[in-house]
């Protein structure tokens, strides 16, 4: 029998009332079961982000590059097991699941040094009369939690694109990845539960798309993050006009696929 995977809420592993299976598109064999959030878990994930915006943001440079560091190290050491995911789940050749999770690991690492790196900019004042000896520090904070939506695509780099950066900026992040390929998210989820990362950072939920109207809208989030269909995209900009809305948009491109034959 496969094993019931959790999703996650603040940290936490947490199964839901509810399931759907997760299949190979080549052959649609069964690959896993995941388990699907429930309105009270997407409003505790949704809070928890909420109430952890602060203390994130406050905590210091070197957790949060120590997160990204452990991050990027698991991934470079699992990246076999995390091709293999990605390749069942998605379905790509294995030497591009393997190139996939390299890009990852540079992401990752990328992230931690710029977590590290984030500390503004100085300007001098003295350019007027009147402002001798002065100094202006300018520096930039993060606008709060981040719902970041990947697509089936990359499984992996396209979370990993989302997530590295709002950590490193110290903004608590919601991960919500495409039910074709959830399986990639939630083994990254694993590897952000072994971090000192508060409780409420992140949460990874495998919510089903007639659920994330509500989540889209909620205030507390004032960053979406998507990656998908053009048409979504946009419907999804122009429902929450205020905020601020992040998109990369798929493309067309065409191709012609021909028959194979054997000698």
């Not at 080549?26 to 928890?48: R, Y």
């Not at 909620?218 to 048409?231: C, H, I, K, N, Q």
């Amino acid at each position: 029998m496969t094993e019931l995977r959790p999703f996650f809420v603040a940290g936490k592993r947490v199964f839901g009332s509810e399931r759907f299976a997760v299949t190979h598109p080549v052959d649609g064999s069964l690959v896993a079961e995941v388990s699907v959030p429930d309105a009270a878990h997407i409003e505790e994930a949704v809070a928890a982000a909420a109430a952890v915006q602060h203390d994130l943001e406050d905590a210091p440079a070197v957790l949060r590059a120590r997160a990204l560091d452990h991050i990027s190290a698991q991934l470079a050491r699992r990246r076999q097991e995390v091709a293999e995911l990605i390749t069942a789940e998605n379905g790509k050749p294995i030497r591009w699941a393997v190139a996939e999770v390299e890009r990852a690991v540079t992401t990752f690492r990328v992230a931690a040094e710029e977590a590290r790196r984030f500390s503004g900019d100085l300007m001098r004042l003295d350019t007027e009369d009147g402002s001798e000896g002065r100094l202006a520090l300018v520096r930039r904070f993060s606008r709060g939690p981040v719902l970041a939506i990947a697509p089936f695509n990359f499984p992996l780099n396209l979370v990993a694109h989302k997530v590295a950066p709002a950590i490193a900026v110290g903004a608590p992040v919601i991960i919500k990845p495409a039910p074709a390929t959830p399986l990639s998210a939630l083994l990254l989820g694993e590897i952000l539960a072994e971090t000192e990362l508060p409780p409420g950072s992140w949460s990874v939920l495998t919510a089903t798309n007639d659920q994330m109207p509500t989540l889209v809208q909620d205030p507390r989030l004032p960053v979406v993050s998507f990656t998908g269909s053009a048409e979504i995209g946009w419907r999804i900009r122009d429902s929450i006009p205020r905020k601020h809305v992040t998109l990369e948009l798929g493309g067309n491109a065409a191709a012609i696929v021909c028959a194979v034959y054997s000698s």
